[in-house]
């Protein structure tokens, strides 16, 4: 495991230019620690971010959405973030690069509950899905929801933040989109 994500994180780090600027360095997760920064805290664990002469302080956001804004305005170095996101955060302005891939396939579902009401996207009418980071999910839901004759305009879309599962499970809303298929799924058993 070392061989494997060794070389990829220090290169990840060392091309960006606040870590050539300084030796601290400050990364905002995307989301609590959760599976997908593995990589990231096996770094931190071996010493792997120690070895290239960088202290990196890993911080979970409060707010999922906020990461890319504070990296912009300046106050930490490296923001993890979604790659569709990314692309609307350049569109509005912020001044953001891409500068490697920490999970190469999209993780993100929309996600029901298995025994519930919902079975189709078309069930999905005049109903509400909950939402974590606003921007893609209205797009993504365009596109899925236009296929069964059902607009965005025929939900309603709640803002839960980190409460993706419980506000599932709770009733509070029907389904959610941006669930992470490989935590909310297990989150939920």
């Given at each position: 495991m070392r061989l494997l994500f060794k070389p990829f994180i220090i290169l990840a780090l060392l091309i960006s230019s606040p870590a050539i600027a300084a030796d601290k360095m400050t990364v905002l997760l995307d989301w609590f620690v959760n599976p997908d920064h593995g990589p990231l805290i096996i770094a931190q664990e071996k010493g792997y971010f120690a070895?290239?002469?960088?202290?990196v302080e890993i911080v979970a956001p409060a707010d999922p959405s906020a990461p890319p804004k504070l990296v912009a305005a300046g106050q930490a170095d490296i923001a993890?973030?979604?790659q569709p996101q990314l692309h609307?955060?350049?569109h509005e302005g912020l001044p953001l690069k891409r500068i490697g891939t920490l999970v190469a396939r999209p993780l993100n579902c929309l996600l029901v509950l298995e025994d519930g009401p919902i079975k189709t996207p078309a069930d999905l009418?005049?109903?509400k899905i909950g939402f974590s980071v606003a921007g893609v999910e209205e797009a993504l839901l365009a596109a899925v929801l236009g296929r069964y004759d059902v607009s965005v305009d025929d939900i309603e879309l709640i803002n839960v933040n980190f409460s993706?599962?419980?506000a599932l499970m709770s009733g509070q809303v029907d389904a959610v989109i941006g669930a992470f298929r490989?935590?909310?799924?297990?989150?939920?058993?």
């Open positions: 070895d290239a002469g960088l202290e993890i973030s979604y609307l955060q350049i009418k005049d109903r993706l599962s419980p490989n935590f909310e799924l297990n989150q939920m058993d």
